[in-house]
C-alpha cells in the first residue's frame, strides 16, 4: 500500500512538473523599456519589421513560423544578405502581413500559435498594440533609427534576442566579433589626420540621387573620419541642394550604388555641375555597396567600413582586400559570401567614371 501510494505521488510530482515546465514564464525588458513576460523556453517566433535579420545572425531561424510578405515576394536581392542565404526557407513560411508598417493579420498570426513576436520597427504604443490584438508577448528591438547603425543598441538587440531565444553563446560571438572591428578600426586611425569626404545617393525608403547624404554614415564614423554632411548640423538622413555639394567641393566622393542609375541619369541632365566638382575632376568618386534594406545590414556596413578605410588611409589598411574582407564578414553574420553576388547586382567597389565609361568593379 505504501509502496503504491509513493507510485502514485511520484507520478503526480512528474505531472505537476511538467505542466510547470510548460507554463514556466520569465521577463525580459526589451529596448523599448517594456516589460515582456514570456515563455522560459520559447519555441515557435514570428519577425516583424526588419527583426528576420536579428534571428538569422543568431543562427536562430529553425524557430521561425511566419514571416511578412517582403522577405518572400519582393525579388531576392544581395542588398539583404540575411535574405538571400535563406531564401528557400522563407519562401515556406506562411505570410502574417505585407511587412514595411503596414498592419499585420492578427488572425494568421494567432493561428501560428507563435510564443513570441519580435519586431524592429515600432514605437511603444505599436508595440503594446500589437501584443493586445493578438495575445502573444512582442519583443521589441532597435538598430539605431532608420538608417542608422548604432553600435552599442545593435549589441544590446543581439545580448536581449539572445537571452529570449536561448542563443547567448551565439550572441556573445557576434558582440564580440563587432568589439573587434572596432577596436581594429580605432587602433589604424590612431594619430592620422582625419581625411574628409561626402557621401551621396543614399537611400531612404527607395533608391536617390547624388544629393541624398548621411550625416551618420557609418564607415566614415568607425573611422573617424570628416563626414561633410556633419556640418548640415543636424544627425542622420538629409537632402542638399547642389550649390551646398558645389560649396564643399569634396575631394572625395562616394556613391552609393543603390543610386547610382539616378547619378548617372543626373550626369547626363547636369555635366556641367558635376564637371565643376574637384572629386569628379580629379577621379576620386567611388561606389560604394548599399547597407540600408529594410533597416540596415550589420555585415555590409561594416564590409563598406573597410573599404572606405582603404581609400582614405591606404597607409594604414595597405593589407585588407576589400572583397576578401567582404566575404568573410558575410560568412560570419549569415553563412555565405556575398561579394559577388553583390557586384553582379550594384557593381561592387571601383572608381566611378561618370563619362564615357561606367563604373569599374575590382
Known sequence: MVVRYIGILCCFLSLTSTAAAATAT?????????QVTMPAAVKRIIPL???????????????????????????PTAARPYNLALRSQFERLPVVGEGRQKPVNAEAIIALRPDLLITAETDRAQADRLAQLTGVPVLALNYGGMGVVDATKVKQSLQLLGMALGREQRAAQLIALLNNHQQDFERRVLGIEPQSAYIGAISQRGPHGITSTD?????????????????????????????????????????????????KEDYRRHQLFYDRLSAVQTNQVYLTLPYNNYHTNLELALANSWYVAR????????????????????????????????????????????????????
Open 215 to 263: 550625416a551618420d554614415y557609418f564607415p566614415l564614423t568607425i573611422t573617424r573620419s570628416i563626414n561633410l554632411a556633419q556640418r548640415l548640423g543636424k544627425p542622420g538622413h538629409a537632402y542638399i541642394d547642389k550649390e551646398q555639394l558645389l560649396a564643399w567641393n569634396p575631394s572625395v566622393i562616394l556613391v552609393d550604388s543603390s543610386g547610382l542609375r539616378l547619378v
Open 311 to 362: 581609400l582614405l588611409y591606404p597607409q594604414r589598411f595597405s593589407d585588407i582586400d576589400p572583397v576578401a574582407k567582404t566575404d568573410e564578414i558575410c560568412r560570419s553574420f549569415v553563412g555565405i559570401p556575398c561579394y559577388d553576388a553583390l557586384r553582379r547586382e550594384f557593381g561592387g567597389f571601383g572608381q566611378l567614371h561618370l563619362a564615357p565609361r561606367t563604373a569599374h568593379a575590382r
Open 26 to 34: 520569465r521577463t525580459l525588458t526589451d529596448q523599448l523599456g517594456r
Open 49 to 75: 519589421g526588419g527583426a528576420a535579420r536579428f534571428v538569422v545572425y543568431l543562427q536562430a531561424f529553425e524557430l521561425v513560423v511566419g514571416t511578412e510578405a517582403t522577405e518572400k515576394r519582393t525579388a
